[in-house]
């Protein structure tokens, strides 16, 4: 009897074993010799991905790491690069379990006055030389904002035939590409946006992004639809709507002029008089350049003892979990991560009907929408809400739903997984040229 390292000696000549980094396992039998073509697991494909500014976790930072963090489960091996803005700041650190690299960015760090978009270029120089060193250590960039690091990207990625995507976090008046064609980011900031369509792919958050990324001079088929995401199943939606005597109002986000907290405060005060003394409490959690004269407009308005800015909090989601109703009162968005968590929570929410806000909610189904800037029609919102529980426990629920079904983190790292993959499966496919 032969020994079974004899018979594994004798394999058929056609045996063949490979891996790729785009395309799935596979087994495979040819019909007329027998032979059986093995494919080996694919390897975890790797993605890059460059946040600009990820301290202070905001909305932004937050996605990128909700994203990251799902993407594994599609066989996705996610690493993120940031700039190191503050001293304070480690330089490699691990969060959720992704690995971050702060790069060097010098003068900012400082914070000498005058100094800010020099800092922005030392970076700028940090990140080419990044990208360079780490060239073998990725098969995809994905720059999560249509910024000076969107330039490396591009520049880079095509230099080294890397499959390169961009996503515009923002659209309308405060879109972070109108900003860069602008020469708002750094100097020479509008020259290197227009090597923004060197990029594969830009993602789009939104109708008008789109439209904006198309006007810019991106070609439809290099447009790709796919909104910010949330993962509903870690957040326990609201049991009981039923009044509890004081209406609390929530706000989530940073505090500057984008936002239009004013018209919340202006809200506010014109919404108190209907519901009583102690009827209507606001809270607001985050900061950012306008908070003094944020607390200065709430006490013109005599709001002291309605509203308290609790500044930066660590968990936004015990905030909600003691909310009656989310207001974000924008006047541009992408997808508001915030207004996601709220809806996530069961929250019946008020928002702006701007582009981004009304792919979330449709107005009287699952929230109610406002126009932007309008106080008086945000007042008379919440006051409909406060008053009305069972208006409060309809546009909850739905609004929950509808996060679970629409805007699931994981059905959104999918199509990124697979946006990924058919990127890197083109960049293997197109000949290298010759030299």
């Known amino acids: 009897m032969r020994s079974l390292r004899g018979v594994q000696e004798q394999r058929p000549a056609c045996l063949r074993s490979s891996c790729s980094r785009s395309g799935a396992a596979s087994t495979s039998t040819s019909r007329s010799s027998g032979c059986v073509e093995v494919m080996e697991p694919a390897q975890p494909l790797r993605v890059l991905m460059v946040v600009e500014k990820l301290h202070g976790l905001g909305g932004a930072q937050q996605q990128a790491l909700r994203l990251a963090r799902a993407l594994r489960a599609h066989g996705i091996e996610p690493r993120i690069v940031t700039g190191r803005w503050r001293w304070s700041e480690p330089r490699r650190t691990v969060l959720d379990g992704i690995p971050v690299l702060a790069l060097f960015t010098a003068f900012k760090g400082l914070h000498v006055k005058g100094m800010r978009k020099l800092g922005v270029l030392v970076y700028l120089l940090s990140l080419f030389l990044h990208l360079w060193l780490e060239r073998k250590r990725y098969d995809v960039l994905h720059v999560h904002s249509a910024t000076v690091s969107a330039f490396a990207v591009a520049i880079l990625g095509r230099w080294l035939r890397k499959p390169t ?54 070609p439809p088929e290099r447009c790709f639809r796919a909104p910010n995401g949330f993962p509903a199943s870690d957040v326990t939606p609201r049991g009981s709507y039923a009044s509890k005597g004081r209406t609390t109002v929530t706000y989530a986000g940073r505090l500057d002029p984008q936002k239009d907290l004013r018209a919340l405060l202006e809200a506010a005060a014109l919404a108190a008089p209907a519901l009583g003394e102690e009827g209507l409490g606001v809270r607001i959690l985050g900061d950012g350049p306008q908070r003094a004269e944020l607390e200065r407009l709430a006490r013109d308005l005599g709001l002291e003892r309605r509203v308290t800015f609790h500044g930066r909090v660590d968990d936004v989601g015990a905030h909600l979990a003691a909310t009656d109703i989310f207001v974000l009162p924008s006047l541009s968005e992408g997808v508001s991560n915030a207004l996601l968590e709220a809806m996530a929570h069961g929250l019946p929410c008020v928002a702006t009907s701007i582009p981004g806000n009304t792919d979330l909610i449709c107005d009287r189904e699952c929230g109610l929408l406002v126009p932007p800037g309008d106080a008086k029609a945000m007042a008379r919102a919440i006051v409909e809400l406060a008053r009305d529980a069972g208006l409060r426990e309809r546009l909850g629920r739905e609004a929950r739903r509808q996060v679970e079904e629409r805007f699931d983190i994981q059905s959104v790292a999918s199509k990124y997984a697979a946006l990924y993959r058919e990127l890197t499966r083109q960049a293997e496919a197109e000949p290298v040229a010759s030299t």
């Not at 879109?175 to 993602?203: C, H, N, Q, Y």
Request: charged residues 30%; hydrophobic residues 50%.
């Open 165 to 218: 995507v961009m996503k515009v976090m923002a659209s309308g008046g405060w879109s972070d590409l109108k900003r860069m064609v602008e020469g708002g980011e750094a100097p020479g900031s509008a020259r290197m946006a227009r090597r923004f369509l060197l990029i594969d792919r830009v993602v789009c958050l939104n109708a008008e992004a789109e439209a904006e990324c198309r006007a810019f001079g991106f």
